[in-house]
């Protein structure tokens, strides 16, 4: 293999540091403890799952489900069970952006307290205070908003309002609202100064400042981020339909209950459909809009 | 070593890259070829390091149709061809001596790629050539913190311990510093003579061609304009190689549009 | 290389982007999805402020304060705590050993197209179909495990294996696969192709070029999403014990159907702490990994 040229060197090469570094094994060490604690705390079996008890169980239950409740009447019922998710999904996302955009000019520091808008304010203690405060409780009201499990906002809401899409789209409004408003404040707290003081220099308002110099640089990231969230929300309105917020997954439940794994799978199959043509249409949108 | 017979490539159908080409190398030859961008050098030379198949005609390495080749087969024959690119093509992140004995790939087994990843297993070897190309110590050194010089050489090194019979080098120097230049020719030169490799250079620059190569070998909208021993090499036939073509953007331009519509070469018949 | 024939279809997407009728088209159907979608989710915004509604939301609030943290509360929650956390991390090792070979052959240049398989299939048609074939089939499997939510892949593994964290690791498995797999195979098309056209013609099998070239280049990218995969991951897992796939979640429906608000609060609480926790630490090794220089 080695020709005249090329043998084992004469004499002894720099000794490298040793690869692999130390830190690098204990991060490896400490990688697979974790895979070890979590598969066995887990009860995860991969012997059932690779042609024992595990894979059998699925398969009998894979069969359960075909053939898909094609019925007439099912099948209208679905697509209007489908619709009203889509329904859901849409007018909870629209909220969501209403109590984003809300709270999230309150909520960044850059537009009430900090940075270059407020640089040659006279120091005014007492309406520094006030405002952060604003600010402060505008971060912990998103923070609330989001941290709450959607589903269990969800649970709130039909308990408030009974069962139906009406509560599972306040939910999903309430929550996402939270999430986009983080989002959205990231935005605008990462937005481009030298615009901001360009137009402070030529002696205009804040709120002149925040409409020209702030709003068309954050807009088109507020637009996308919404659209990303839609294609999760249409998920999650399925998600919430099982706790009686309507829709598919509202139906889900009931099918599950009522052993009646045939329209399960037509369920399952609309969700396919609905989310995939979500999916579809806010790259769509997200193409053109933005 | 290389036989090539009315060979062709055509792409999408529409853009014929090189046309007709017959061409005969021999074991431990060492040529140039040079020719305007766009003539077809690279396109040719990819197909010669078994990269992109031919669309027509016969291409026979050391008697070989490589066109049969497929799978375990053709990675033993492109073991035998080593490549240096102009764009070195190393692997940023990786510490030198993993670029250099990605050489070996084509003779270890999974498993020892994999154990050589973790650590070194012919960390000597790497040395021994790095030291060939004058840069040893930067052995464990990652690869892009080097210039580009010296990256280039890390290339040859990883060549030099893949040990092929044929050293095809596309235009190895047009991204290098032109005071290092000849150096690089230079040693590509010495290492092929060493161990007798047949030694194809793809060169940008006809003064390095001429003064180093004892065969040159002109090429021009895929075509050989010229097949002569250096001393044999006339203005005449320069002038015919780069007529039109003033500057390099000209070049790309010119040489492109006189692209020839397809019209010999059918892709189904690679015989 | 070659060069392709330009500008034609760009100069009609661009006339299609400005045209006119694009602002009024879109706020047609904006408005008309808006007033369906407000009778299809029997949208009434007067149950809220209804004396019912008013008395229901106030219960539930004054119901969570004090918030329940007795001894007696607290003590069951360690253990599920600590299996929401070994869920996220099997449920995601379970979807990386699924997605990534998946997303290897999602990705068209390592399957069919480009430089790494020309040669592998000009010859023969059935291998172009095969390869063909197997890229598209790779990307309708990743498409349909990612698109069912894992909510509901739990549920039915929850009937198919019954109770336990089991069912929940598979869902998250089987879901997060197809996230990660997607995303695997946008990361390695987009690699650098240079240094695996040089590994090939040194006779590297793909494996070699997979791990030679490939890796080094993907892997700050593909560690950076799956731990960030990972945190999703925590915030699922608990929430699929509702449906009896284990962790808090479980304790969670429990203390709503019970109607113990002051439970549910602690219970919230400590999945913020956990969400919180598991937040930082997978920022900090994001920050680590992609600012470091390793192999």
């Given at each position: 293999?080695?020709?005249?040229?090329?043998?084992?060197?004469?004499?002894?090469?720099?000794?490298?540091?040793?690869?692999?570094?130390?830190?690098?094994?204990?991060?490896?060490?400490?990688?697979?403890?974790?895979?070890?604690?979590?598969?066995?705390?887990?009860?995860?079996?991969?012997?059932?799952?690779?042609?024992?008890?595990?894979?059998?169980?699925?398969?009998?239950?894979?069969?359960?489900?075909?053939?898909?409740?094609?019925?007439?009447?099912?099948?209208?019922?679905?697509?209007?069970?489908?619709?009203?998710?889509?329904?859901?999904?849409?007018?909870?996302?629209?909220?969501?952006?209403?109590?984003?955009?809300?709270?999230?000019?309150?909520?960044?520091?850059?537009?009430?307290?900090?940075?270059?808008?407020?640089?040659?304010?006279?120091?005014?203690?007492?309406?520094?205070?006030?405002?952060?405060?604003?600010?402060?409780?505008?971060?912990?009201?998103?923070?609330?908003?989001?941290?709450?499990?959607?589903?269990?906002?969800?649970?709130?809401?039909?308990?408030?309002?009974?069962?139906?899409?009406?509560?599972?789209?306040?939910?999903?409004?309430?929550?996402?609202?939270?999430?986009?408003?983080?989002?959205?404040?990231?935005?605008?707290?990462?937005?481009?100064?030298?615009?901001?003081?360009?137009?402070?220099?030529?002696?205009?308002?804040?709120?002149?400042?925040?409409?020209?110099?702030?709003?068309?640089?954050?807009?088109?990231?507020?637009?996308?981020?919404?659209?990303?969230?839609?294609?999760?929300?249409?998920?999650?309105?399925?998600?919430?339909?099982?706790?009686?917020?309507?829709?598919?997954?509202?139906?889900?439940?009931?099918?599950?209950?009522?052993?009646?794994?045939?329209?399960?799978?037509?369920?399952?199959?609309?969700?396919?459909?609905?989310?995939?043509?979500?999916?579809?249409?806010?790259?769509?949108?997200?193409?053109?809009?933005? | 070593?290389?036989?090539?017979?009315?060979?062709?490539?055509?792409?999408?159908?529409?853009?014929?890259?090189?046309?007709?080409?017959?061409?005969?190398?021999?074991?431990?030859?060492?040529?140039?070829?040079?020719?305007?961008?766009?003539?077809?050098?690279?396109?040719?030379?990819?197909?010669?390091?078994?990269?992109?198949?031919?669309?027509?005609?016969?291409?026979?390495?050391?008697?070989?149709?490589?066109?049969?080749?497929?799978?375990?087969?053709?990675?033993?024959?492109?073991?035998?061809?080593?490549?240096?690119?102009?764009?070195?093509?190393?692997?940023?992140?990786?510490?030198?001596?993993?670029?250099?004995?990605?050489?070996?790939?084509?003779?270890?087994?999974?498993?020892?790629?994999?154990?050589?990843?973790?650590?070194?297993?012919?960390?000597d070897l790497a040395y021994e050539a790095l030291r060939q190309v004058g840069i040893p110590e930067k052995l464990y050194d990652?690869?892009?913190?080097?210039?580009?010089?010296?990256?280039?050489?890390?290339?040859?090194?990883?060549?030099?311990?893949?040990?092929?019979?044929?050293?095809?080098?596309?235009?190895?120097?047009?991204?290098?510093?032109?005071?290092?230049?000849?150096?690089?020719?230079?040693?590509?030169?010495?290492?092929?003579?060493?161990?007798?490799?047949?030694?194809?250079?793809?060169?940008?620059?006809?003064?390095?061609?001429?003064?180093?190569?004892?065969?040159?070998?002109?090429?021009?909208?895929?075509?050989?304009?010229?097949?002569?021993?250096?001393?044999?090499?006339?203005?005449?036939?320069?002038?015919?190689?780069?007529?039109?073509?003033?500057?390099?953007?000209?070049?790309?331009?010119?040489?492109?549009?006189?692209?020839?519509?397809?019209?010999?070469?059918?892709?189904?018949?690679?015989? | 290389?070659?060069?392709?024939?330009?500008?034609?279809?760009?100069?009609?997407?661009?006339?299609?982007?400005?045209?006119?009728?694009?602002?009024?088209?879109?706020?047609?159907?904006?408005?008309?999805?808006?007033?369906?979608?407000?009778?299809?989710?029997?949208?009434?915004?007067?149950?809220?402020?209804?004396?019912?509604?008013?008395?229901?939301?106030?219960?539930?609030?004054?119901?969570?304060?004090?918030?329940?943290?007795?001894?007696?509360?607290?003590?069951?929650?360690?253990?599920?705590?600590?299996?929401?956390?070994?869920?996220?991390?099997?449920?995601?090792?379970?979807?990386?050993?699924?997605?990534?070979?998946?997303?290897?052959?999602?990705?068209?240049?390592?399957?069919?197209?480009?430089?790494?398989?020309?040669?592998?299939?000009?010859?023969?048609?059935?291998?172009?179909?095969?390869?063909?074939?197997?890229?598209?089939?790779?990307?309708?499997v990743l498409s349909l495990f990612r698109t069912i939510p894992e909510f509901v892949w739990a549920f039915m593994f929850v009937?198919?294996?019954?109770?336990?964290?089991?069912?929940?690791?598979?869902?998250?498995?089987?879901?997060?696969?197809?996230?990660?797999?997607?995303?695997?195979?946008?990361?390695?098309?987009?690699?650098?192709?240079?240094?695996?056209?040089?590994?090939?013609?040194?006779?590297?099998?793909?494996?070699?070029?997979?791990?030679?070239?490939?890796?080094?280049?993907?892997?700050?990218?593909?560690?950076?999403?799956?731990?960030?995969?990972?945190?999703?991951?925590?915030?699922?897992?608990?929430?699929?014990?509702?449906?009896?796939?284990?962790?808090?979640?479980?304790?969670?429906?429990?203390?709503?159907?019970?109607?113990?608000?002051?439970?549910?609060?602690?219970?919230?609480?400590?999945?913020?702490?956990?969400?919180?926790?598991?937040?930082?630490?997978?920022?900090?090794?994001?920050?680590?990994?992609?600012?470091?220089?390793?192999?």
């Amino acid at each position: 293999m080695a020709n005249a040229p090329l043998q084992a060197a004469a004499f002894a090469p720099p000794k490298g540091r040793g690869l692999p570094s130390t830190s690098t094994l204990m991060i490896l060490v400490g990688f697979f403890a974790l895979m070890i604690w979590s598969y066995v705390g887990t009860e995860f079996s991969l012997r059932g799952l690779l042609g024992g008890e595990s894979a059998a169980q699925i398969g009998t239950y894979v069969t359960k489900l075909f053939p898909p409740d094609l019925s007439r009447d099912f099948l209208l019922k679905t697509g209007y069970w489908t619709l009203e998710t889509f329904a859901m999904s849409f007018l909870g996302t629209l909220l969501a952006v209403l109590i984003a955009l809300a709270l999230v000019f309150f909520s960044s520091r850059n537009l009430m307290f900090a940075g270059p808008l407020f640089e040659m304010e006279r120091s005014r203690p007492s309406v520094r205070a006030v405002r952060t405060g604003l600010c402060l409780s505008a971060k912990a009201t998103l923070n609330l908003l989001r941290t709450v499990p959607h589903i269990v906002w969800a649970l709130i809401l039909v308990f408030a309002v009974g069962l139906g899409p009406f509560p599972g789209m306040l939910a999903l409004g309430i929550h996402t609202g939270g999430v986009l408003g983080r989002l959205f404040g990231e935005v605008v707290e990462n937005v481009e100064t030298q615009p901001i003081e360009a137009l402070q220099g030529t002696g205009a308002s804040r709120l002149q400042i925040l409409f020209y110099g702030i709003l068309p640089q954050v807009l088109p990231e507020f637009v996308a981020y919404t659209l990303y969230r839609w294609e999760v929300n249409i998920r999650e309105a399925v998600i919430l339909g099982y706790v009686g917020a309507g829709g598919l997954g509202q139906q889900i439940q009931i099918a599950i209950s009522l052993f009646l794994e045939h329209r399960l799978l037509t369920l399952i199959l609309a969700i396919y459909v609905i989310v995939t043509l979500v999916d579809y249409f806010s790259a769509y949108l997200r193409g053109r809009l933005v | 070593m290389y036989q090539l017979d009315r060979v062709c490539k055509v792409f999408d159908s529409r853009t014929m890259a090189v046309d007709e080409l017959n061409l005969k190398v021999r074991r431990g030859e060492k040529l140039a070829f040079i020719g305007p961008s766009g003539a077809g050098k690279t396109t040719l030379f990819r197909m010669l390091n078994l990269t992109i198949p031919q669309t027509s005609g016969t291409l026979l390495f050391d008697g070989l149709n490589i066109a049969r080749l497929y799978g375990r087969r053709l990675r033993e024959v492109r073991r035998r061809i080593g490549t240096v690119y102009q764009q070195h093509n190393l692997i940023p992140r990786l510490p030198v001596v993993h670029n250099v004995l990605s050489g070996k790939l084509g003779a270890w087994p999974v498993w020892r790629a994999v154990r050589s990843l973790i650590r070194p297993t012919e960390a000597d070897l790497a040395y021994e050539a790095l030291r060939q190309v004058g840069i040893p110590e930067k052995l464990y050194d990652r690869t892009e913190t080097l210039s580009g010089g010296q990256q280039q050489r890390v290339a040859i090194a990883r060549m030099l311990v893949q040990d092929p019979e044929v050293i095809l080098a596309d235009e190895p120097v047009s991204s290098v510093d032109p005071a290092l230049a000849a150096g690089i020719v230079k040693l590509l030169i010495e290492l092929s003579e060493a161990s007798r490799k047949t030694l194809m250079m793809n060169l940008h620059s006809v003064d390095l061609a001429l003064a180093h190569f004892p065969r040159v070998i002109g090429l021009r909208d895929g075509k050989i304009s010229f097949d002569v021993p250096t001393a044999e090499v006339t203005d005449e036939h320069l002038a015919a190689l780069y007529a039109g073509n003033q500057t390099e953007a000209g070049e790309e331009v010119a040489s492109r549009a006189e692209r020839r519509p397809v019209r010999s070469c059918r892709p189904h018949l690679i015989s | 290389m070659q060069s392709d024939a330009p500008s034609a279809p760009a100069d009609l997407i661009l006339s299609a982007r400005r045209s006119p009728y694009f602002p009024v088209v879109f706020s047609v159907l904006f408005l008309l999805t808006f007033l369906g979608s407000y009778r299809l989710a029997q949208v009434q915004p007067l149950l809220l402020v209804e004396a019912e509604g008013r008395r229901n939301i106030w219960k539930f609030v004054s119901g969570m304060f004090p918030p329940d943290l007795s001894w007696n509360f607290l003590s069951l929650l360690g253990r599920p705590i600590l299996e929401t956390i070994q869920i996220s991390l099997m449920g995601t090792f379970m979807a990386v050993a699924i997605g990534f070979p998946l997303g290897l052959l999602a990705t068209s240049s390592l399957t069919f197209k480009g430089i790494l398989n020309e040669r592998e299939t000009a010859g023969s048609r059935p291998r172009a179909l095969l390869r063909r074939g197997s890229y598209l089939l790779a990307r309708a499997v990743l498409s349909l495990f990612r698109t069912i939510p894992e909510f509901v892949w739990a549920f039915m593994f929850v009937r198919a294996v019954g109770l336990g964290p089991f069912p929940g690791v598979l869902a998250i498995g089987i879901s997060y696969a197809g996230m990660l797999g997607k995303v695997y195979s946008e990361i390695l098309e987009h690699v650098n192709p240079g240094p695996l056209e040089a590994l090939q013609a040194t006779g590297a099998s793909k494996l070699a070029i997979i791990l030679y070239g490939l890796m080094p280049q993907a892997l700050p990218n593909v560690v950076s999403y799956t731990l960030y995969r990972w945190e999703c991951a925590v915030r699922a897992s608990a929430i699929l014990g509702f449906v009896g796939a284990g962790g808090i979640g479980q304790q969670l429906e429990i203390s709503m159907r019970m109607f113990n608000f002051n439970q549910v609060f602690t219970l919230v609480a400590i999945l913020f702490v956990m969400v919180a926790g598991v937040d930082a630490l997978s920022a900090r090794a994001r920050r680590a990994i992609l600012g470091r220089q390793r192999v």
